[in-house]
């Protein structure tokens, strides 16, 4: 007697088994991805009761940085007289500096140029001479101390040839620890808002849910204005008074707790 192993079981066609595969397949997908997205929700979610909180801190701190430039313009018949002129005086200038005790790498040379200056009134454009231009950038620390640096620096500049004082600038040598020292406190008001309010509430305060930033403002080189004779080396019969003057640094934080 013949066995029939093809009965009705294994006569089922073709197409019915892969859109049976297909179904399983996609099940299996469709379970993985929601035990994903139950897990990410159970990562990320945030507590039920909590409570946002907004404060603001403020610092007043004296710049202790200052920035001076410093430039010679020379002109002369030739390229080479400018340019010895400037190179000279320059040199001179940057060592009256360095006597002051600034570190060589606080004196920096931003721009220098020679060019011809031509008389564009004749017709045909004629060489009439020759501009050398430098100018130095000084960093002078420390001037929330005294600021005596400053004003010997910008006397002694007039005094060996500077004839560009592009004036003085006031900033901070770290402005982002004072930036964060006051995110710290405005935090901490914060905190301390949102515990009163909790305490009347009769609740108790839970761990940080989150932390953002609202407006911090960032400490700016303040100018100082000389007067229109020293600004373009006129010289002085004795050094300025260099006032610091003095800057608010503010930050804006908001806090969100949990409430237990």
Do not use: H
Request: hydrophobic share 35%.
């Amino acid at each position: 007697m013949e066995t029939n192993m093809n009965g009705p079981q294994n006569n089922l066609p073709k197409a019915i088994w892969l859109t049976i595969g297909g179904l399983v397949i996609a099940f299996l997908a469709l379970s993985v991805v929601d035990k994903a997205n139950n897990l990410f929700k159970s990562l990320s979610s945030k507590p039920e009761n909590t409570i946002s909180m907004s404060a603001e801190a403020k610092t007043t701190a004296v710049p202790d940085l200052a920035t001076i430039n410093v430039g010679v313009t020379s002109n002369a018949s030739s390229a080479k007289l400018a340019a010895d002129d400037v190179n000279t005086k320059i040199a001179q200038i940057t060592d009256m500096v360095k006597q002051q005790g600034i570190d060589p790498k606080d004196i920096t040379t931003p721009n220098y140029s020679v060019y011809p200056v031509q008389n564009y009134y004749t017709g045909n454009q004629k060489i009439t001479g020759y501009t050398a231009n430098e100018t130095i950038t000084i960093k002078v620390r420390g001037v929330d101390k005294s600021t005596d640096k400053v004003s010997k620096i910008l006397d002694g500049a007039t005094a060996n040839g500077g004839n560009q004082i592009q004036g003085v600038y006031f900033t901070f040598n770290d402005p982002d620890s004072l930036k964060q020292n006051v995110r710290i406190q405005a935090i901490a008001k914060a905190k301390q808002k949102a515990q009163d309010l909790a305490n009347a509430s009769g609740l108790k305060l839970g761990k940080v849910v989150s932390v953002s930033e609202g407006n911090v403002t960032t400490p700016y080189p303040v100018p100082y204005a000389l007067d229109a004779k020293n600004a373009m080396g006129g010289g002085v019969s004795s050094a300025p008074s260099i006032e610091t003057g003095s800057q608010d640094i503010t930050a804006q934080m908001t806090v969100v707790f949990e409430l237990k």
